[in-house]
Nanobody
């Protein structure tokens, strides 16, 4: 059974930091691209950071310089270190695992963890 368990969310003041973690099980973690997405109230879900199975990283400009994504295939866990948080970073953050092969696509989501940035 595939499971993605996020943790590390919470309430933080502007300028603060949080480290989100996503522990994976039930699939071959090292073969999957791992991502963090977020969804704020009334907005569409958006990608925050992606790390491929080979370690390549993609993130939008809004995250560059503030967020860092990393993975530990031995645990297996993906982290999102978020620094200099802003109120507009407030959202539910979701962990995603994605892979595709000749049989099809595999797209798994965690249940999310709330991040609130407020003074």
């Amino acid at each position: 059974q595939v499971q993605l368990a996020e943790s590390g969310g919470g309430l933080v003041q502007p300028g603060g930091s949080l480290r989100l973690s996503c522990v994976a099980s039930g699939f071959t973690f090292s073969s999957y691209a791992m991502s963090w997405y977020r969804q704020a109230p009334g907005k569409e879900r958006e990608m925050v950071a992606i790390i491929t199975s080979g370690g390549g990283i993609t993130m939008p400009d809004s995250a560059k310089g503030r967020f860092t994504i990393s993975r530990d295939n031995g645990k297996p866990t993906v982290h999102l270190q978020m620094n200099n948080l802003k109120p507009e970073d407030t959202a539910v953050y979701y962990c995603n695992a994605y892979n595709m092969d000749y049989l099809g696509e595999y797209d798994y989501w965690g249940q999310g963890t709330q991040v609130t940035v407020s003074s």
